[in-house]
């Protein structure tokens, strides 16, 4: 009896301690009242409980309750939206880096290349770039230990470091015999969110934002005023594959372009605390320029709440595919062990009230799939009826359509390529063969503009890149090479202005046959009318 009544009480603690726990990580003042509401809360952690004691007492072999645990928890939040998550501690770091900033290390983008580390690029400013790395360099050893084989978490762990420390790396580079070590000094690395900005035209500026992270608006500012000096008239803002981050930039950028203090975004969440509004400044904080916003099926979030706020002010054009639709907040919540929920907490909704949250309803997998699936709408079609989507109207009284992501007023499909071309750019064959190409022609590193004007993938460059590619594990198919011989000689000239003088440079050769950036190109005219801007033209 007095055994019966103590395992009753063990049970009842165990029970109470995770109660108290739930209430405690998500920061809950539950009353009694609450705690035995309809909902049966405790029941359903005594069966839980329930559960758990089964698996550890029953289960043929011994269980890690931490790992049944962390199960259970993504498991519930699973059951919730496709946005909410934890992330274990290990995680949580090299998450947070991301929208930082920064991190200190050596300052290299790589890949894993044949189990080997394989340089894609030095970093601008970075140790790395000081010592001479190149794009196509292969690491075969760190601090005198192979390489070989090693994970992305483990070039990580090795790489990075502490700013004044070193690690001495060997280096094999196409087209010398023998490695060389190389120490390298690790220092803090910027993380940029300006992945390229030029003069497309004469009078048209061109920026490429590819994340918001802490230092988005203050690299957008700069390179804004670098275009000015250059003659800039009219912007070009590609947020293609923008898949987002931090709203406090999305909502800056977006103020860079609508004032008077019109809505940005609002956001309505279940509680009176999750609903806020965000306004623009009184003021214009950038020239009033004629502006045209590339979006695609990768933009989504942040990337939204900019291209929303501009299309329903009349502010700008949107051109390109409806975007991801991605409009979910979430609010991270630190747990005790150095863990994470990162919770949907509210729905962003546009100035003209789009709620840009796609439907989640039938599943994760067909979430994820119906965002990339082919429209049906006409390229170039602008303002098309959509009779399936809500209907909204901009400042303006333009028509906009809501029904998830943000629909542009200019639609224009992606270039599609076949599987072949499509794996040479998985496997990174193009980067291997313009690094290995470079190597053994150091007299192309020379005037970029004279390389981009005159340079070709002749036909001697295209049957060395065909036996290349003949001679990896690849299969080659003669049809489909043909077919994409246009966009196949643009890559391997791209990789190599990036090889030669780095990513902005790959990225001005890539939209020079880019069909979305020359059809944007003819958009402008439009994009000034709507803003009630004069613009003589590019």
């Known amino acids: 009896f007095i055994g019966d009544q103590m395992k009753k009480i063990k049970t009842s603690t165990y029970v109470i301690a995770i109660m108290f726990l739930v209430m405690l990580v998500f920061g809950l003042n539950i009353s009694q009242h609450h705690l035995f509401s309809s909902d049966n809360t405790w029941s359903?952690?005594?069966?839980?409980?329930?559960?758990?004691?089964?698996?550890?007492?029953?289960?043929?072999?011994?269980?890690?309750?931490?790992?049944?645990?962390?199960?259970a928890i993504e498991g519930m939040l699973e059951e919730l939206d496709p946005h909410?998550?934890?992330?274990?501690?290990?995680?949580?770091?090299?998450?947070?880096e991301q929208f930082q900033g920064s991190y200190e290390g050596i300052g290299i983008e790589f890949i894993i290349q044949n189990k080997v580390i394989t340089v894609v690029s030095p970093i601008a400013g970075s140790p790395s770039e000081a010592v001479g790395l190149r794009p196509g360099d292969q690491i075969v050893k760190i601090s005198g230990k192979s390489a070989y084989g090693i994970t992305e978490t483990d070039v990580q762990k090795k790489l990075k470091g502490p700013k004044g420390t070193e690690v001495t790396v060997t280096v094999r580079r196409p087209g010398l015999k023998d490695p060389f070590d190389v120490t390298i000094v690790r220092d803090r690395i910027p993380i940029y969110s300006v992945m390229a900005?030029?003069?497309?035209?004469?009078?048209?500026?061109?920026?490429?934002?590819?994340?918001?992270?802490?230092?988005?608006?203050?690299?957008?500012?700069?390179?804004?005023?670098?275009?000015?000096k250059e003659g800039m008239?009219?912007?070009?803002?590609?947020?293609?594959?923008?898949?987002?981050?931090?709203?406090?930039?999305?909502?800056?950028?977006?103020?860079?372009?609508?004032d008077g203090r019109k809505k940005i975004v609002f956001t309505k969440g279940r509680i009176p605390e999750s609903n806020s509004e965000f306004y623009a400044s009184s003021f214009v904080t950038k020239a009033r320029l004629p502006l045209v916003i590339l979006i695609d099926k990768g933009s989504a979030s942040a990337s939204e709440i900019v291209a929303g706020a501009v299309q329903d002010w009349d502010r700008g054009l949107i051109v390109g595919e409806t975007s991801f639709g991605k409009g979910l907040v979430q609010t991270q919540i630190s747990l005790k062990d150095g863990s994470a929920?990162?919770?949907?907490?509210?729905?962003?909704?546009?100035?003209?009230?789009?709620?840009?949250?796609?439907?989640?309803?039938?599943?994760?997998?067909?979430?994820?799939?119906?965002?990339?699936?082919?429209?049906?709408?006409?390229?170039?079609?602008?303002?098309?009826?959509?009779?399936?989507?809500?209907?909204?109207?901009?400042?303006a009284g333009r028509k906009v359509y809501g029904g998830g992501g943000i629909s542009p007023d200019v639609h224009i499909k992606h270039q599609t390529i076949s599987r072949f071309s499509a794996n040479l750019i998985f496997k990174r064959l193009f980067f291997e063969f313009a690094s290995k190409y470079c190597a053994r022609h150091p007299e192309l590193k020379g005037d970029f503009n004279g390389f981009k004007q005159n340079f070709q993938a002749d036909k001697a460059i295209l049957v060395e890149f065909r036996q290349f590619v003949e001679s990896s594990d690849m299969e080659f198919k003669e049809q489909d090479f043909k077919?994409?011989?246009?966009?196949?000689?643009l890559m391997i000239k791209s990789e190599i202005a990036r090889n030669?003088?780095?990513?902005?440079?790959?990225?001005?050769?890539?939209?020079?046959?880019?069909?979305?950036?020359?059809?944007?190109?003819?958009?402008?005219?439009?994009?000034?009318?709507?803003?009630g801007i004069t613009f003589a033209g590019s």
């Open 233 to 258: 008239k009219a912007l070009l803002l590609d947020l293609r594959g923008n898949s987002g981050g931090l709203l406090d930039q999305a909502f800056k950028l977006a103020d860079r372009f609508v």
């Open 197 to 228: 900005s030029f003069m497309i035209t004469p009078k048209i500026g061109y920026i490429n934002v590819g994340r918001f992270a802490h230092t988005t608006v203050d690299e957008f500012d700069k390179a804004f005023s670098e275009l000015e």
């Open 341 to 395: 929920l990162r919770i949907t907490t509210a729905r962003y909704y546009t100035p003209s009230g789009r709620l840009i949250q796609r439907s989640y309803e039938e599943g994760l997998l067909e979430y994820y799939a119906s965002a990339y699936n082919d429209d049906d709408q006409v390229e170039g079609e602008q303002d098309s009826e959509d009779s399936e989507k809500p209907v909204f109207f901009t400042d």
């Open 84 to 96: 909410s998550v934890y992330i274990e501690p290990k995680k949580l770091k090299e998450i947070s």
């Open 500 to 531: 030669l003088w780095g990513s902005s440079e790959y990225y001005h050769i890539r939209i020079i046959n880019d069909h979305q950036v020359q059809e944007a190109l003819k958009s402008f005219d439009r994009a000034a009318q709507i803003a």
């Open 44 to 71: 359903q952690i005594t069966r839980f409980y329930d559960v758990l004691k089964i698996v550890r007492s029953y289960y043929v072999e011994e269980v890690d309750t931490e790992k049944l645990i962390t199960g």
């Open 483 to 489: 077919k994409d011989l246009e966009y196949i000689k």
